[in-house]
Structures are given as structure tokens and as C-alpha cells.
């Protein structure tokens, strides 16, 4: 059967979505039904709109608890599971970090001032959000706080994508935000999908492929943003612990049963480092990761099967 592609830019990244059908009508009805949840997600999830939740939890910080949708609210709650399971390391306060501190553009020359660093690193506290289940309210405890789905929403969104789809009766199809990739069933030929670890210091190149089906991927690398200071590279995957971009890793890539749980893992893993991440990732059902370090030396969790080129 064929497969009917689709590329849209949604929330600030580029989407692909990709399903084998018979019936072309049918195909880009479903794509484009898929389109605009991604669209309900981001109006759901920006920090940019007024009028959104998201906004209002960040207005009302220190001042007043706001009641959110249940889906807000289970997925600030499954955030802070994985918050709590990796110690602070994954944390939607980031958001709460000064933008202006780091833009990672070539106007950066100078590393951002530790005082003011140090100012805006203190309101990163994920033990300071307050979840009400009963009357369904998010409370920012401390004034300044801001929440952020930057490291789990494109994950989100791509599970709902592939929610729609499957629901309209796709048995087979894929959707990559970004590096973020859902994929079930099997691709137009008749095998699984294909997924690529690339080189970090050569992204045009790839170092391991893997079958991915019923599944979910995601990768964050240090060659996706970056700047550089005085000769050294400052990638934008930024420790929430400290308020600068982890050393030691270029490269991690996690397996999981959902595209938001893989999107979610990729940072804390980053901030960790290798040997404690790999023992996190090793003690979770049904979660593998592969990671790069910083010296091209490439680590598996114990259960991932690749085909190495």
C-alpha cells in the first residue's frame, strides 16, 4: 500500500506524519484531523498566549492556584513523576530560567553572568509546584516560577497525532516532531520503520539503525543548537540544577513505549551522565537508550538491539 505523507512547522518545530493507506481521501482527511490536534496541543500548552492555562499557572505563580483541564492536569502530573524519579533533573520550572540568559544565537559571545544566574536558577524548584486533584488546580508556590513543556510537549503531541490516526483506523504510520518519532504498525513495504542514531559531529552521517514499531524514539543532540564561547561549544541542553548546558554527552537517544515519556527522558539522562543514567534507564520496563559522549565513545542500555554502520 502507499504511503501519504504530510509536513507541517507546529509548534516552533517541523512535524512529518506518514500513513500507509489505500484510500488517498481517506489518508489526507486523517493527516490533516492529525494536524490540528497538534494545533489544540500547542494552543494548550504555550507560555505565549495569554489565554492559555499554561500562561495563567505562570500569571498567578505565588499568587492564586488556577484550575486547569483534566489533560493539563494529568500531564503536569506524569511530569512530575518522572521530575520526582529523576530527582530534579527533568523539572517543568525551567521554564523559570531567564530567557535572555541564554539565546544561542551567533550575538553570543560571553557566558551569562553567574549572579544573575544563580537569581533565576533559584526559582527552578519542581517540589514547588502544587497539584490539587480534587478541585483539578496547579499553584506555583514561589513568585518569578514559570512552567515550561519544552522537554515533554512535542512528545505529548506527537502521541495524540498518532491517537487521532489510529482511531480513525490507520493501522500504519509514523510521526516524527523533530527527532521525537511515534511509529506502529509497519511502513509501506511491509517491514518496521527505520530509525537512525546520527554521528553528533556529522549529523549527515549515521553510526546505528534501528527497527522501531509500536514504539517511540527521541534524541537530543548537542549539534541540534548550540553556541559558541571562547572555542568551546555550549549546546542548549541546559541542566536545571545549574542553569548551563551539560558537558560530557553529545548525543542521547531514548526507546520507549511513548513519544512523551522518550521526550522526557532525553534531557535527565543528559544531566546525569553516563553512568547514572544508564543505571536509571536499566532499571525501567520496557525504556533503552543509547548515549555519546563527548569523546565519540557510545554506550547502550542493556536490552536495545541495533544494527551498527
Avoid at 487521532?164 to 523533530?178: E, M, R, Y
Amino acid at each position: 500500500m502507499p504511503l501519504f505523507q504530510r509536513t507541517d512547522l507546529l509548534m516552533g518545530n517541523r512535524f512529518d506524519l506518514g500513513i500507509v493507506s489505500e484510500n488517498s481521501m481517506d489518508a489526507n482527511a486523517g493527516l490533516a484531523e492529525a494536524v490540528e490536534e497538534i494545533k489544540r496541543i500547542e494552543r494548550l500548552l504555550t507560555t505565549f498566549d495569554e489565554r492559555s492555562q499554561t500562561n495563567q499557572i505562570n500569571v498567578h505563580a505565588g499568587i492564586a492556584p488556577v484550575e486547569v483541564d483534566q489533560e493539563v492536569f494529568d500531564l503536569i502530573a506524569r511530569a512530575q513523576k518522572i521530575a520526582n524519579l529523576t530527582q530534579g533533573a527533568f523539572d517543568l520550572s525551567y521554564g523559570s530560567l531567564d530567557k535572555r540568559l541564554w539565546n544561542f544565537d551567533q550575538k553570543m559571545t560571553s557566558l551569562p553572568d553567574p549572579i544573575e544566574m544563580a537569581k533565576s536558577v533559584r526559582l527552578i524548584d519542581y517540589q514547588a509546584i502544587e497539584l490539587d486533584s480534587e478541585n483539578l488546580t496547579v499553584f506555583l508556590r514561589n513568585k518569578g516560577m514559570r512552567i515550561g513543556f519544552g522537554g515533554i510537549g512535542k512528545g505529548y503531541a506527537a502521541d495524540r497525532a498518532k491517537s487521532v490516526l489510529v482511531k480513525h483506523g490507520f493501522q500504519h504510520g509514523v510521526v516524527n516532531a523533530s527527532g521525537d518519532m511515534s511509529a506502529w504498525g509497519l511502513n509501506e513495504r511491509g517491514l518496521a520503520w527505520q530509525v537512525a542514531i546520527v554521528d553528533p559531529d556529522d549529523p549527515q552521517k549515521t553510526i546505528a539503525h534501528f527497527d522501531l514499531t509500536n514504539a517511540a524514539v527521541a534524541t537530543s543532540g548537542n549539534y541540534e543548537k548550540f553556541v559558541m564561547i571562547a572555542g568551546k561549544k555550549y549546546s542548549h541542553t541546559i541542566s536545571p540544577k545549574t542553569g548551563y548546558p551539560i558537558q560530557g554527552i553529545k548525543s542521547v537517544s531514548v526507546f520507549a513505549p511513548v513519544a512523551e515519556l522518550a521526550d522526557a527522558l532525553t534531557t535527565p539522562i543528559a544531566v546525569m551522565g553516563v553512568e547514572v543514567g544508564l543505571d536509571l534507564v536499566n532499571q525501567l520496563n520496557g525504556i533503552n537508550c543509547v548515549i555519546i559522549d563527548d569523546d565519540n565513545r557510545i554506550y547502550q542500555s542493556k536490552n536495545i538491539i541495533a544494527s551498527v554502520t
